[in-house]
């Protein structure tokens, strides 16, 4: 597993520790909302070592797979069993804005009562994770806004 992966998956474990008892049954109603600034440029800077050198060729399958940034969202969904959608944007910097109106578009789906959101990003050894486990029926806890998104980033 590549390190914006590990990220996730580590802070997905943390998140939903006491949340999700259950790993074996399907997750129909819960929607993975993700985002990042890197995408996965780390994994890219180590693809393009295995194929730059035409003496040394080597082109990595493994590293080749996490050329992509949503491999986060997949692997968090596998663990838990979560068949809702998943979804991973790129943004120049981080911004709760973005992520709570993709939370709350992710919410128009009728079916979705939970979302895992956030933030993850890696590169070169700089990690910064915030997920947050928003659900539709929100009567405890800190409330879902933007300014809270913020507040917990910082």
Not at 66 to 76: A, F, K
């Amino acid at each position: 597993m590549d390190n914006l992966s590990k990220a996730g998956f580590l802070a997905s474990e943390l998140l939903l520790k006491d949340e999700i008892s259950d790993r074996e049954s399907l997750k129909k109603d819960i929607s993975i909302v993700l985002m990042n600034r890197c995408a996965s440029l780390d994994d890219d800077r180590m693809y393009q070592e295995t194929i730059q050198d035409k003496e040394n060729y080597f082109p990595s399958p493994a590293v080749f797979v996490y050329t992509l940034p949503n491999i986060v969202t997949g692997e968090i969904a596998i663990r838990n069993k979560i068949t809702g959608e998943t979804s991973f944007f790129i943004s120049e910097t981080f911004s709760p804005e973005k992520i709570y109106y993709t939370t709350l578009h992710a919410f128009s789906d009728e079916s979705i009562s939970r979302v895992i959101c956030g933030w993850t990003d890696y590169e070169l050894n700089n990690c910064n994770v915030l997920l947050l486990l928003i659900s539709k029926e929100n009567n405890k806890g800190i409330p879902f806004n933007i300014n809270n998104i913020y507040n917990l980033h910082i």
